[in-house]
Nanobody, 123 residues
Framework: QVQLVESGGGLVQAGGSLRLSCAAS????????MGWFRQAPGKERDFVAA????????YYADSVKGRFTISRDNAKNTVYLQMNSLKPEDTAVYYC????????????????WGQGTQVTVSS
């Protein structure tokens, strides 16, 4: 079992930055591929970014490529999402996800999910 807790969300103006954190407990996060999804009001939950167990490879949705960076610190059992040049359309609840199989993470079928953290970008 893995428990995931997101933090770092908040209200920011367009063009600003936020860094989300996802702290894992229960088992070492280095055993899991990790990722971030987001869900805006009235919309489906969408893939944002993912990272392999070692952190050597990352994947991004086209909508955030070049603006967001996913990283991990396995010693701290934490995954991060650095979000720069934020836009109003980035407003959503952001969820952390973990699974031993990275393809399950990127497809939204990961076993473990956090409770989400709200990001609001004002224009």
């Amino acid at each position: 079992q893995v428990q995931l807790v997101e933090s770092g969300g908040g209200l920011v103006q367009a063009g600003g930055s936020l860094r989300l954190s996802c702290a894992a407990s229960g088992r070492t996060v280095s055993s899991y591929g990790m990722g971030w999804f987001r869900q805006a009001p009235g919309k489906e939950r969408d893939f944002v970014a993912a990272i392999t167990r070692s952190g050597a490879t990352t994947y991004y949705a086209d909508s955030v490529k070049g603006r967001f960076t996913i990283s991990r610190d396995n010693a701290k059992n934490t995954v991060y999402l650095q979000m720069n040049s934020l836009k109003p359309e980035d407003t959503a609840v952001y969820y952390c996800v973990a699974d031993p199989n990275l393809s399950a993470v990127t497809s939204g079928r990961g076993d473990y999910w956090g409770q989400g953290t709200q990001v609001t970008v004002s224009s």
